[in-house]
């Protein structure tokens, strides 16, 4: 379910979704923000292109709202809740987990993104020339 094969294992890896042998970005540490986004043209093992269409990432955006609506949702219930904070200190405490999770959130939504259009396939050596 979490290992190699699996959409989970693509997703939260950041590796190729196709053949999941390497990363899909250049540099893995997402909070050097200057590179937050440089990707590789191509997988180096599968050949699969990353960017399938010019503006393929457009729609990531809109996965990463729906991420950050749950990274919030979970952070207040964690203030509020587990931590018995008063309403204004429950939403400071999802502005800054939003803020300090923000370069995870994006690439986690390329990753959700791309591994909707490609699946795993495990028969790839096979089918490289």
């Known amino acids: 379910m979490f290992?190699?094969?699996?959409?989970?294992?693509?997703i939260l890896t950041g590796c190729c979704p196709k053949c999941q042998e390497e990363s899909m970005y250049k540099v893995k540490n997402?909070?050097?923000l200057?590179?937050?986004?440089?990707?590789h043209e191509k997988c180096?093992?599968?050949?699969q292109?990353?960017?399938?269409?010019?503006?393929f990432f457009f729609g990531a955006m809109f996965v990463s709202y729906g991420v950050s609506v749950g990274i919030g949702i979970i952070a207040f219930l964690v203030s509020h809740y587990q931590f018995k904070?008063?309403?204004?200190?429950?939403?400071?405490?999802?502005i800054i987990s939003l803020i300090a999770l923000m370069p995870i959130i994006m690439r986690v939504s390329?990753?959700?993104w791309i591994n909707i259009f490609i699946h795993f396939d495990k028969d790839w050596k096979n089918k490289v020339k």
Do not use: Q
Not at 3 to 10: D, E, I, Q, R, V
Not at 34 to 39: A, G
Not at 49 to 55: A, D, F, L, Q, V
């Open 49 to 55: 292109k990353y960017k399938i269409e010019p503006s």
């Open 30 to 32: 997402s909070y050097i």
């Open 110 to 112: 390329r990753n959700i």
């Open 85 to 94: 904070t008063n309403l204004k200190t429950s939403f400071i405490s999802i």
């Open 34 to 39: 200057t590179k937050v986004f440089d990707m």
């Open 3 to 10: 290992g190699k094969g699996s959409k989970l294992y693509g």
């Open 44 to 47: 180096s093992h599968c050949g």
